[in-house]
């Protein structure tokens, strides 16, 4: 899987440059977009995109870095050279802020419509204390297009390894993007034992929907299948991405990067992942030894998004602005005029998938 990796806003691009400086991609395949110039980091040397021509912010409206994003397609911005080596493009965003949650859905569907690419977008959720950003998160996940591939780390959930400090929460989290990032592209891969082909953990990676990426270096041998199953219910309990009630996986692919003498104790019905995911549609294997830290990891791909979290997040949302004068906050008027707070509009991520790969420009600008 060859990637480009997009990072957007000012979080995304800090995402990317820890993913360049750790050496999991090498900066020329890298983009950073942002609406404004000033967050570039002086030392990075890649492709640079400023979204809006007055290289302005966008103070947290995304409707504003939804424009910018439309103008910069418009005026041939994203008109970029050697796309054709790239089978997929990662877009890493956090979407609490304006530009990365304003931009993020519309870019997203250009390099999958247009540019015909596999599109990943790894979301970065926020510490759900800010009232503007959980009205971004909500709005967020409710424009963005179902058919497209999701992840959600959130970053609240890396706070008390962190000792509550947001912004070594916030490298964590980059730390993270970087291990599902090697997991997803095969980097860790090895000579398999199993009869399986490069296409099948593609084909785990590339399903349409939400997906969960996990992986776990083992501090000691495994005794026995108990022990594995404790380890893999580990996994799943401490899970840094945003969790779904009735997830539903349609693929599952397994990563065991397992000493031989250990193999006795791998419980290979995987049944607490599917118990945690559901029983996958397919279910592939990749059984290796590296002859260095053993490690487990697994994809859980095609679910549902999170609704259920993601209403509860909503509902928050609501009862903070509860406490607001909206009639005289500017803030929620906008968001009024964007029928954001119209309480009886249905809380529906659901969006029809259409099969319009390679579209131009033009008719690209024209459907959305």
Same mark, same amino acid.
């Given at each position: 899987?060859?990637?480009?990796?997009?990072?957007?806003?000012?979080?995304?691009?800090? +995402?990317?440059?820890?993913?360049?400086?750790?050496?999991?991609?090498?900066?020329?395949?890298?983009?950073?977009?942002?609406?404004?110039?000033?967050?570039?980091?002086?030392?990075?040397?890649?492709?640079?995109?400023?979204?809006?021509?007055?290289?302005?912010?966008?103070?947290?409206?995304?409707?504003?870095?939804?424009?910018? $994003?439309?103008?910069?397609?418009?005026?041939?911005?994203?008109?970029?050279?050697?796309?054709?080596?790239?089978?997929?493009?990662?877009?890493?965003?956090?979407?609490?802020?304006?530009?990365?949650?304003?931009?993020?859905?519309?870019? $997203?569907?250009?390099? /999958?419509?247009?540019?015909? =690419?596999?599109?990943?977008?790894?979301?970065?959720?926020?510490?759900?204390?800010?009232?503007?950003?959980?009205?971004?998160?909500?709005?967020?996940?409710?424009?963005?297009?179902?058919?497209?591939?999701?992840?959600?780390?959130?970053? =609240?959930?890396?706070?008390?390894?962190?000792?509550?400090?947001?912004?070594?929460?916030?490298?964590?989290?980059?730390?993270?993007?970087?291990?599902?990032?090697?997991?997803?592209?095969?980097?860790?891969?090895?000579?398999?034992?199993?009869?399986?082909?490069?296409?099948?953990?593609?084909?785990?990676?590339?399903?349409?929907?939400?997906?969960?990426?996990?992986?776990?270096?083992?501090?000691?041998?495994?005794?026995?299948?108990?022990?594995?199953?404790?380890?893999?219910? =580990?996994?799943?309990?401490? /899970?840094?991405?945003?969790? /779904?009630?009735?997830?539903?996986?349609?693929?599952?692919?397994?990563?065991?990067?397992?000493?031989?003498?250990?193999?006795?104790?791998?419980?290979?019905?995987?049944? =607490?992942?599917?118990? +945690?995911?559901?029983?996958?549609?397919?279910?592939?294997?990749?059984?290796?030894?590296?002859?260095?830290?053993?490690?487990?990891?697994?994809?859980? /791909?095609?679910?549902?998004?999170?609704?259920?979290?993601?209403?509860?997040?909503?509902?928050?949302?609501?009862? $903070?602005?509860?406490?607001?004068?909206?009639?005289?906050?500017?803030?929620?008027?906008?968001?009024?005029?964007?029928?954001?707070?119209?309480?009886?509009?249905?809380?529906?991520?659901?969006?029809?998938?259409?099969?319009?790969?390679?579209?131009?420009?033009?008719?690209?600008?024209?459907?959305?």
């Amino acid at each position: 899987m060859n990637i480009l990796l997009v990072g957007l806003g000012a979080a995304g691009g800090k +995402a990317v440059q820890t993913a360049v400086e750790e050496g999991i991609i090498k900066e020329e395949d890298t983009i950073l977009i942002n609406s404004t110039s000033k967050d570039f980091p002086p030392e990075y040397q890649g492709r640079k995109i400023v979204l809006s021509d007055k290289d302005t912010g966008c103070g947290k409206e995304r409707p504003i870095a939804k424009e910018y $994003a439309k103008q910069a397609i418009s005026q041939g911005k994203f008109n970029l050279e050697n796309m054709g080596k790239y089978t997929t493009v990662i877009l890493a965003t956090s979407i609490e802020g304006g530009t990365g949650s304003g931009s993020t859905p519309l870019l $997203a569907q250009y390099f /999958s419509k247009v540019c015909n =690419k596999n599109v990943h977008i790894i979301a970065f959720a926020g510490f759900e204390e800010d009232v503007r950003g959980l009205a971004n998160t909500v709005d967020f996940f409710k424009e963005v297009d179902s058919s497209l591939i999701i992840q959600a780390i959130s970053n =609240k959930a890396f706070l008390r390894e962190a000792m509550q400090n947001k912004f070594k929460a916030e490298e964590l989290a980059n730390r993270e993007m970087i291990q599902r990032i090697r997991v997803l592209t095969g980097q860790d891969f090895i000579s398999s034992k199993q009869n399986i082909d490069d296409t099948d953990i593609l084909k785990v990676s590339n399903t349409s929907g939400y997906m969960t990426v996990e992986k776990k270096f083992l501090d000691k041998p495994l005794v026995d299948q108990d022990d594995f199953n404790a380890v893999v219910k =580990k996994m799943i309990y401490n /899970s840094k991405s945003v969790k /779904s009630e009735n997830p539903g996986a349609v693929r599952l692919g397994v990563i065991l990067n397992i000493d031989p003498a250990s193999e006795d104790a791998i419980d290979y019905t995987f049944d =607490k992942i599917k118990e +945690a995911y559901g029983n996958p549609y397919e279910c592939f294997l990749q059984e290796q030894w590296d002859g260095k830290r053993e490690y487990i990891a697994f994809i859980a /791909s095609g679910m549902q998004m999170p609704l259920d979290e993601l209403k509860a997040v909503y509902d928050r949302y609501q009862e $903070a602005t509860s406490k607001v004068n909206k009639n005289v906050d500017a803030f929620y008027k906008a968001l009024n005029d964007m029928s954001m707070l119209d309480e009886d509009s249905k809380f529906d991520m659901i969006k029809p998938v259409e099969n319009n790969k390679g579209m131009n420009i033009s008719d690209f600008l024209d459907s959305i």
